[in-house]
């Protein structure tokens, strides 16, 4: 009845949490699709047979919240299990168990709910935001935001619009020199989210950031909507080795950028524009298959990525 759903959801993007419970003899586990207002649960649960006669327990589906209201929920009709090459345990944790019994009808299970007892957000703070599912009063926009999600903020922000946060450096990974991911925990708010650094533009020593991993760290950063490249055609032949599907957006046009392969540690920036004028711009290590197509007409295949990119990090 809600139509074909196509949800992609990762850990930076902050829009899905898995939760993982177990018990002697028994396991239950969800992952928590969020898209605007809804929330997508798709649940498994397993129970083997009891010393008391209870046979075994092995069922599967799918609950859909608005807000806080139950508004769908629909069991497969085989049991089912998660079946991932991503490590589902380093998503954010759904902090509560939303597992309906399966002897209980359709509608007995969308109603007689507390929704202090419920996630999206058991817990709210002083300003009504729910913080177990990552909101944050913001004094600018006096409502409560996720400010990891730049698809609800200006994705254009400045250094004066940066984001003053508080978390745990969990893990500090060194990428191309002088970019590094530090991956950030805020406890109370049951969420994990990794961000960009250069440590050069900061000026953060890499000896003292190393050292402060397990440490709270106070930081400023921005979120940004960027373009990230999957694939380019040549003449309908692919280059890169992407993978494309109905899912990427595209645009045709002129490739510019790519007259050299990228020598520094840094990505370029390569365009493509179309007919009209208007351009698209990825952030990309130009490879030698680029070369040969600059300045002629190509396909990219591309889909929005969210980047958190710290610009100021308080070290002790």
């Given at each position: 009845?809600?139509g074909?759903?196509?949800i ?27 898209q ?5 649960v798709?649940?498994?649960?397993w ?8 046979g ?31 490590d589902l345990?380093?998503?954010p944790d759904d ?11 359709v509608?007995?299970?969308?109603e ?7 996630l ?10 729910i ?5 944050e009063?913001s ?5 409560c935001?996720?400010?990891?999600l ?20 969990t ?18 708010a ?35 909507l960027?373009?990230n ?15 494309v599907?109905?899912?990427l ?17 840094l990505?370029g ?14 952030p ?20 929005m990525?969210?980047e958190n990119k ?7």
């Open positions: 009845s809600f074909e759903v196509r992609t959801g990762n850990g930076k993007s902050g829009n899905v949490a898995y939760h993982h419970q177990m018990w002697p003899h028994a396991e239950d586990k969800q992952l928590r699709f969020r605007g207002d809804n929330s997508y798709l649940f498994n649960r129970a083997s047979p009891s010393d008391e006669g209870n075994a327990i092995d069922y599967s589906g799918l609950l859909i919240f608005r807000g806080y209201d139950k508004i769908d929920l629909q069991f497969c009709d085989d049991s089912g299990q998660f079946l991932s090459d991503f345990t380093t998503l902090a509560d168990n939303v597992i309906p019994e399966k002897q209980a009808t509608d007995a299970a969308l007689g709910f507390d929704e202090d007892d419920m999206p957000g058991a817990y709210r703070d002083e300003h009504d935001c913080l177990s599912a990552g909101d009063w004094e600018t926009e006096q409502e935001v996720r400010p990891w730049a698809e609800k903020r200006n994705v254009n922000q400045t250094d004066d619009e940066s984001i003053h946060e508080t978390g745990l450096i893990a500090v990974e060194d990428g191309a020199y002088p970019m590094y991911s530090v991956t950030i925990d805020f406890p109370k049951h969420h994990q989210q990794s961000f960009s650094l250069n440590v050069e533009s900061t000026h953060i020593d890499i000896a003292a950031l190393s050292k402060a991993v397990g440490q709270y760290v106070t930081f400023d950063y921005i979120s940004e960027i373009p490249l999957i694939e380019i055609k040549l003449n309908g032949k692919p280059l890169l080795n992407g993978s599907d109905a899912s957006k595209k645009v045709t046009g002129t490739l510019s950028g790519a007259a050299s392969v990228t020598e520094s540690d990505p920036l390569v365009t493509v524009t179309d007919g009209t004028g208007n351009q698209v711009h990825f990309y290590y130009v490879e030698p298959e680029m070369v040969a197509a600059n300045g002629k007409q190509v396909t990219a295949f591309y889909e990525r969210t710290i610009v100021k990090m308080d070290l002790d």
